[in-house]
């Protein structure tokens, strides 16, 4: 299953409102989750079976979709969620990840 | 406090041996399948293996199929990643990471540098 995210890149301010959108190759229900990765550090899960927030996550990111569609939302931005975000398929082995959107400054 | 300490990584020539290690502690070791996940310098992020708690399951990226092995030790809570016949191409930084379905823990990872 291959995943496909848009945008790539992404130039946002603080207090933006910003979506990222992943599809995937085939119908996946809502086996994905949502990781951030700042960089040197190690991915953080945000957001699994496509809506259910982890716990700790901030309650401004939001994930929604099933199927072949899914987005990430974060409802305003903060200085510290500028990072690079992927989604990765929970529905069959491989578990491939999306390339990567990164979120920086405007 | 769940941790996950990777160790074992280092500078090998292609076609040269490595063995990773994943140190779990905070969290019942024997509850839970592992994942490693690799990420080459400036690149997205790539998965590699899968394990199930009891190492009955096993699942490779096609990429590494014939040449890594994954393997756990849960009486020492560890996870290994056994790299045989590496390339260029490996070289990435591995992470080991507490996997349910999705992976909420990761370890900070190790450097792997394929490089003659």
């Known amino acids: 299953i291959q995943l496909t995210q848009s945008p790539s890149f992404l130039s946002a301010s603080v207090g933006d409102r910003v979506t990222i959108t992943c599809r995937a190759s085939?119908?996946?229900?809502?086996?994905l989750a949502w990781y951030q990765q700042k960089p040197g550090k190690a991915p953080k899960l945000l957001i699994y079976?496509?809506?259910t927030l982890q716990s700790g996550v901030p309650s401004r990111f939001s994930g929604s979709g099933s199927g072949t569609e899914f987005t990430l939302t974060i409802s305003s931005l903060l200085p510290e969620d500028f990072a690079t975000y992927y989604c990765?398929?929970?529905?069959?082995?491989?578990?491939?990840f999306g390339q990567g959107t990164k979120v920086d400054f405007k | 406090e769940v941790q996950l300490v990777e160790s074992g990584g280092g500078l090998v020539q292609p076609g040269g041996s490595l063995r990773l290690s994943c140190s779990a502690s905070?969290?019942?070791?024997?509850?839970?399948?592992m994942t490693w996940v690799r990420q080459a310098p400036g690149k997205g992020l790539e998965w590699v293996s899968y394990?199930?708690?009891?190492?009955?399951?096993?699942y490779y990226a096609d990429a590494v199929k014939g040449r890594f092995t994954i393997s756990r030790d849960n009486a020492k809570k560890s996870l290994f990643l056994q790299m045989n016949n590496l390339r260029g191409e490996d070289t990435a930084v591995y992470y080991c990471?507490?996997?349910?379905?999705?992976?909420?823990?990761w370890g900070q990872g190790t450097l792997v540098t394929v490089s003659s």
């Open positions: 990471a507490r996997t349910t379905y999705s992976s909420d823990y």
């Open positions: 905070g969290f019942p070791f024997t509850s839970y399948s």
């Open positions: 394990i199930s708690s009891n190492g009955n399951t096993i």
């Open positions: 085939q119908a996946i229900s809502s086996y």
């Open positions: 079976d496509a809506s």
């Open positions: 990765q398929q929970l529905d069959s082995y491989p578990r491939t």
